[in-house]
């Protein structure tokens, strides 16, 4: 009868042992499985950031002016490459985004000679794009961004009218140039 329970207990030790074997190996693979994710994850925003350097040129512009001021009222900006030189008096902006996070805006007038340069840093995280200008003076924007192949469109709210509030709802789509 003894040697019959050590034979039970060395069968129950050794499944015990099993058991925990089981259990810290599913564990082991249960974290190599998130950190694929997690590599996953990273190569997707890198991708997105390889898709977004390059240069664009402004095709859609939509800006929601702020209802609070009473002359704007309802009122609402809309271009595109039909009519984007009669309304904006200029040619559609081009932006450049550089590998090295950096970015030009450059704004041209009708006869081609630039009136406005833009310049400073870009951060992509997931799908937001944040864009900080150091030149010619500093500002910080936020946008949504949706990457298309050849199309990107930015959505946020921005400062249009100057009045030193960031309530004018702005979206912009571009299309790839370089």
């Known amino acids: 009868m003894a040697d019959y329970l ?6 129950t030790l050794a499944i015990n042992k099993m ?34 350097i390059g ?17 704007d009222q309802g009122r609402i900006l809309q271009v595109d490459r039909e009519n984007w030189e009669e309304k904006m008096q200029a040619r559609p902006a081009r932006l450049i985004f550089k590998d090295d996070h950096t970015y030009v805006i450059e704004i041209k ?9 833009r310049k400073g840093h870009w951060e992509l ?12 003076d500093w500002a910080s924007f936020s946008y949504r961004i949706e990457l298309k192949p050849g199309e990107a469109r930015l959505d946020g ?12 709802k702005y979206i912009c789509v571009q299309r790839r140039i370089h």
């Not at 995280?125 to 150091?134: E, P």
């Not at 400062?159 to 960031?166: E, M, N, S, T, V």
């Open 6 to 11: 050590n034979v039970v207990a060395m069968k």
């Open 109 to 117: 007038n009708l006869n081609d000679s630039v009136v406005k340069t």
């Open 157 to 168: 709210k921005l400062d249009w009218d100057g009045d030193g509030k960031a309530n004018e």
């Open 55 to 71: 240069e664009w040129e402004q095709v859609k512009l939509q800006v929601e002016l702020d209802h609070a001021a009473k002359e």
């Open 19 to 52: 058991t925990v074997f089981c259990c810290i190996f599913s564990l082991f693979l249960a974290s190599c499985g998130s950190k694929s994710e997690e590599t996953h994850h990273h190569a997707l925003i890198f991708s997105s950031e390889s898709n977004l």
């Open 125 to 136: 995280t997931g799908d937001s794009l944040f864009m900080d200008q150091t030149h010619p």
